[in-house]
């Protein structure tokens, strides 16, 4: 497959091309940056707080969150806005050499949404999302021993290395491209035609997502306090009940 649909065009940037041509568009609607972003704090948290028993219960919060977030990023990639839609970033092997070949020559091609590279990332981190909460959930559960165990640990590491690499293509295709596209993750706003742009941000979506998040962020913790405090209590009366038999 070698299409070329709306918005997903390749357009060779011009390394002249001037300021005053320069026109900013609305690409990102807010539930795909809030999922970018969301997604980023929660591997984040689960993976700093993997090797501590004392945080468990926070690594397990953050990995709950990752199963919502990629179950909600995959619903959103059939119905959401012209470049959430996986449909427009579905690009063939070959369109993927072409776009790191023009990288490699300093003419890069220009895509309104997810250039070949990109698009490679997100799936990959779907992926690979999707199998380290699985693995990590039946290991939770205590389902399938040690050898679970360790691929959910592998899974995670290849994940992180995936990130790695991703902020590594991003901060060079910024330089390359001469934009921002860490801010335009931000913002929603990349160079594009007005043609080109989303006619709905769908806001109300992206902060209900942002809200269901932190809410359950806050209920868990406020749970997690309370639990705490009553395990808090519990082995000072075990320690009583051990010095009134010595």
Known sequence: MNTTLPGASAIPASPCREKADIRTVPVWDLPTRAFHWLM???????????????????????????????????????????????????FSPGRLVEYLKSLVSGNPQHHVGHNPAGALAIFLLLGLGLATVVSGFATYQEIGGEWLEELHEAVSGAMLAVVAVHILGVVVSSVLHRENLAKAMITGRKVGTQEQGIAKRRGRVGVLLVVAVLGYWGADRMLGSSDAQGDRGTPRVESRHHADRD
Request: glycine share 10%; net charge positive; no cysteine.
């Open 40 to 90: 980023a704090l929660s591997f984040v948290g689960a993976y700093l707080s993997s090797e501590s028993e004392r945080f468990r219960d926070v690594h397990v919060m953050f990995g709950y969150t990752l199963a919502a977030l990629i179950g909600f990023r995959l619903v959103w990639g059939l119905i959401g806005t012209r470049y959430a839609r996986f449909s427009s970033f579905l």
